[in-house]
């Protein structure tokens, strides 16, 4: 019974975070969008019934592994990145911040092995096959949560807290995950030299092949630029998006079953064997 309850509160939990996301990034891609037509209402149906399907399962293998994960017992070394001295306040700020540079190098990390290590890119890939790219169609397989538990969760904690589990900077965060899909106008301007916004992570999932393999943070720009994967995009750049080997799902089902229909190995965007013209082409918005 104390599963089903925490299943079931987690869902609710998630669930109005979304809610939450959604209302915020929705108006912003209607009223100030990028370019004109903006997002279909097809899109967005597709996207919140594939959120239907994802939060159940994730949250299902969150309850499930908690119990494991708490009797590791993980200790991180370094329990505030707040200088001392600070007023308590101000220090938990600082800190929290501090956290999320600091996960970040481990995000991305996670990231470039999902696009590195062909079995964990087919699952990555169905994020990657949506074509009408915005900050409701921004799911992930359900994989993706126990990958990251892998390949992010686990390393992170050694060192410092997860920032996503502050709960102001968590909601953020998660805000802004969405945010860095969107097709809004609205941007960060000189700030998204270092914080990450929707034109820097735009082209991290570009058509063309000179974008692939950029831009793998997702809070900022730091660890992209300091291992030479950082293209920071033109005022103009916004490349059209998806991935040709991996049709866009098109069903609850196709959702959960699209990477084990995909050929084994590396899937190559879209541009990776059609014309020329069609791989470099671009939307421009003003």
């Excluded at 390393?155 to 968590?170: C, K, N, R, S």
Aim: glycine residues 8%.
């Amino acid at each position: 019974m104390g599963l089903v309850l925490a299943w079931l509160g987690g869902n609710v939990d998630y669930d109005l975070a979304l809610v939450t996301s959604f209302a915020v990034i929705v108006p912003m891609e209607v009223f100030f969008p990028r370019r004109e037509g903006g997002v279909s209402m097809a899109s967005r149906a597709r996207a919140a019934l594939f959120w239907l399907a994802w939060v159940p399962v994730t949250i299902a293998t969150m309850v499930l592994i908690r119990p494991f994960w708490n009797e590791l017992g993980i200790r991180p070394l370094v329990p505030s990145l707040a200088p001392p001295g600070l007023p308590h306040p101000v220090a938990v700020v600082v800190g929290a911040l501090a956290a999320a540079f600091v996960g970040d190098f481990f995000y991305y990390w996670c990231h470039r092995a999902q696009h590195s290590i062909p079995l964990l890119w087919r699952f990555h890939a169905v994020h990657h096959s949506v074509r009408e790219l915005s900050g409701m169609a921004a799911y992930h397989h359900v994989s993706e949560e126990l990958i990251k538990i892998v390949l992010y969760s686990l390393p992170l904690a050694f060192f410092i807290d997860d920032p996503l589990g502050v709960p102001v900077l968590g909601a953020l965060l998660g805000v802004q995950g969405h945010y860095l899909h969107s097709t809004t106008r609205l941007n960060l301007g000189p700030l998204g030299r270092i914080i990450q916004d929707n034109r820097f992570h735009r082209i991290h999932h570009s058509i063309e092949r000179r974008h692939w393999d950029k831009n793998f943070g997702v809070f900022t720009t730091l660890w992209d630029a300091l291992f030479g994967t950082a293209h920071f995009p033109a005022k103009d750049e916004w490349p059209a998006t998806g991935v040709e080997s991996a049709p866009e799902p098109a069903s609850v089902a196709d959702f959960y079953l699209l990477p084990f229909h995909l050929a084994s190995g590396r899937l190559q965007p879209p541009g990776a064997d059609a014309p020329a013209d069609v791989a470099a082409r671009q939307v421009s918005a003003p």
